[in-house]
C-alpha cells in the first residue's frame, strides 16, 4: 500500500517561509514516476483549499490564491514531493496535506485526490 508522510511544518511569523516535503513509500505495483502529485490545506470551519499539483512530466498548476507564493516541485529519485511557501500570511494558517493519484493530472480534476498523508500544520502569526 502506497503511504505519504509529510514533514516541515511549524509556526512562522507573516511574511516567513517553509518548505513542505512529503516521503512516499510502499510501491508494490505502481511506480512514484506514474503519480500526479499536489497539496491541500484544511483549517477548522473551512473548506478543504486544492493548491498547487505537479504532473508526471513536471509540469505545474496552481490555485489563483497562491500562485506567486507557493512553488510545487518532485524529486523522482527520492519519491518525494515538495510545496515552499513564501510571504506566509496569517490566513494561511491551516494544516497541510500531501496527496497524490496515479495517473495524469489531467485525468482528474484540480481538487480531487485518492490519497493523502496525515497533514503537517503551519501555523503563521501576525
Known amino acids: 500500500q502506497v503511504k505519504f508522510m509529510e514533514s516541515g511544518g511549524g509556526a512562522v511569523q507573516s511574511g516567513g517561509s517553509l518548505r513542505l516535503s512529503c516521503v512516499a513509500s510502499g510501491f508494490t505495483y505502481t511506480n512514484y514516476d506514474d503519480y500526479c502529485l499536489g497539496w491541500y490545506r484544511q483549517s477548522p470551519g473551512k473548506e478543504r483549499e486544492a493548491l498547487a499539483r505537479i504532473e508526471t512530466d513536471g509540469t505545474t498548476e496552481y490555485a489563483g490564491i497562491v500562485k506567486d507564493r507557493f512553488t510545487i516541485s518532485r524529486d523522482n529519485v527520492k519519491n518525494t514531493h515538495y510545496l515552499e511557501l513564501n510571504d506566509l500570511k496569517p490566513e494561511d494558517t491551516a494544516m497541510y496535506f500531501c496527496?497524490?493519484?496515479?495517473?495524469?493530472?489531467?485525468?482528474?480534476?484540480?481538487?480531487?485526490?485518492?490519497?493523502w498523508g496525515q497533514g503537517t500544520q503551519v501555523t503563521v502569526s501576525a
Open positions: 496527496a497524490a493519484n496515479h495517473g495524469a493530472c489531467a485525468y482528474y480534476g484540480f481538487g480531487y485526490w485518492g490519497e
